[in-house]
């Protein structure tokens, strides 16, 4: 009987197509990245729950890397990945148009935090990442991009559209906060929390593979019930590294 449960859980993992992954090592250039004083302090000061050298760690960005960054907010990531990167990598962040809202007429996105930064406003429905990219990346936000605020864009459309922004290889991360077990998108627009599940199953239908996800943000004291902006950045969070494969079926 010892062996059956061991047995059972990896053949749920199998199904679910990915596996949890252990914390990697930590290169040295996210450590100094994360470390660098030129970081705003209160950015500093939210490293204890982002945990930024984990994360960046588990994504895999590295110097010379072309990132895209939905909706990047105050620019908290952006000003680490744009010292990730390095000199020879470039980061795109693209912030989000709202509904009815013209990009050309938005306010202007945070200055960026170094030279090898772009900023542009895009409306999510019309979305148009520059090509050949390592890694897209959208932390906190996906399930927005649900909500009417955003105009409910056709998720298919943009998840394909990230798909085609990638090189073959390249990498999808979404970070997010965690809604109740088969709650799909219910809790998108009340509680800004989005069940795993409908993550997966919407990134996957775009051609993606889940290569892995990891527990680094998970929060086991948080049950999925309160609003996210009342739990003060101490919510449970899903981690999820999917991959374009090397090879397309067309």
Request: proline fraction near 8%.
């Amino acid at each position: 009987m010892r062996n059956i449960f061991p047995a059972a859980i990896a053949a749920l993992m199998a199904w679910a197509g990915a596996a949890v992954a252990d914390s990697p090592a930590i290169p040295a250039y996210v450590t100094a990245a994360v470390a660098d004083t030129g970081r705003a302090d209160a950015d500093r000061q939210r490293d204890a729950l982002r945990k930024p050298e984990q994360v960046i760690a588990f994504a895999g960005i590295k110097p010379g890397d072309r990132v895209g960054e939905l909706m990047p907010g105050k620019g908290y990531f952006t000003a680490i990945f744009c010292r990730v990167v390095g000199p020879a990598g470039h980061v795109y962040a693209m912030r989000m148009a709202t509904a009815g809202e013209k990009p050309a007429a938005a306010a202007a996105p945070p200055a960026p935090p170094c030279a090898n930064v772009s900023t542009e406003t895009q409306t999510p429905a019309t979305l148009a990442l520059p090509s050949g990219l390592d890694v897209v990346w959208t932390s906190e936000n996906y399930h927005d991009l649900h909500n009417p605020m955003f105009g409910t864009p056709d998720m298919a459309v943009f998840d394909r559209a990230v798909f085609n922004a990638l090189k073959p290889g390249g990498v999808y991360m979404i970070e997010d906060h965690v809604a109740a077990a088969g709650s799909g998108t219910r809790d998108t627009n009340t509680l800004h929390r989005i069940d795993p599940a409908i993550v997966k199953s919407e990134v996957l239908a775009a051609g993606f593979v889940l290569e892995a996800e990891s527990p680094v943000l998970h929060n086991a004291t948080d049950d999925h019930t309160a609003r996210v902006f009342d739990l003060a950045g101490k919510t449970d969070k899903f981690l999820f590294k999917f991959r374009k494969p090397l090879t397309v079926a067309h």
